[in-house]
Structure formats: structure tokens, C-alpha cells
């Protein structure tokens, strides 16, 4: 897991339309890790995002860390699994401080769990 704290809501339909990410309720400050090593393509405000990191990792997979407190990687950077990249927070489109964590393959949101379990 990217971080510490409790899956609050998971990927799938949720109140009529697909979810593409978990959210992982965890205290504000909590350290969020890169799930793989790869490269930083973004880290900055993205609207509803709030502070968004994305990384690539190649092979068409890039994973997502959203609503953070802080960014602490810059895009072009380098970063191995379990670096930590960022602080949970409560950016942009959220209702409390958590980490919204997506995994795209090929632009497509895939359940996250079956790349960290």
C-alpha cells in the first residue's frame, strides 16, 4: 500500500458511476510511497486532484497519488519503490485527508489492489 491508514472506499461503482481508484483514509502528514520504482511525468495542482503525483513505470502502467498535503518529488525524477513522494492530505475534490490511489494501464483505470496484493 502507498501509505498507511484504512481503504474507506474501494474501486468499482459507487453511487451510480465507477470509482477508478482506492482511497486509503489515513491522518494528514502520513507518508505516501511509490507502490514501484519509475519515473515522476507530474507533480503539482491538478483541480480536483488537489496535489497529484503520477509516476510512470513503465510497460504502459502509471500510478496516481492524489489530494496530497505536500508533493515531495519533481517532475523527471527518479523514484524507487517505497521512496516516500508525498504527505497525505485533503486537496482539491475530497471530504477528508486521504489518499486517492489509481493505477492506469494504457490510460485505464484498473483496480489497484490487483498490482499490490
Known sequence: MPTQGTISSKFGKRWGRQ???IDIAANTGTKVVAFQSG???????????????????GN??????????????????PVQ??????????????????????????GTPVNPLNYIN
Do not use: M
Request: charged content about 15%.
Open 81 to 106: 519503490k517505497g521512496e516516500v513522494i508525498a504527505k497525505v492530505g485533503n486537496t482539491g475534490n475530497s471530504t477528508g485527508p486521504h489518499c486517492h490511489f489509481e493505477i492506469r494501464v494504457n
Open 39 to 57: 519515473k515522476v511525468t507530474f507533480s503539482g495542482w491538478n483541480g480536483g486532484y488537489g496535489n497529484l503525483v503520477i509516476i510512470d513505470h
Open 19 to 21: 470509482h477508478k481508484d
Open 60 to 77: 504502459g502502467i502509471q500510478s496516481y497519488y492524489a489530494h496530497n498535503s505536500k508533493n515531495l518529488v519533481q517532475k523527471g525524477s
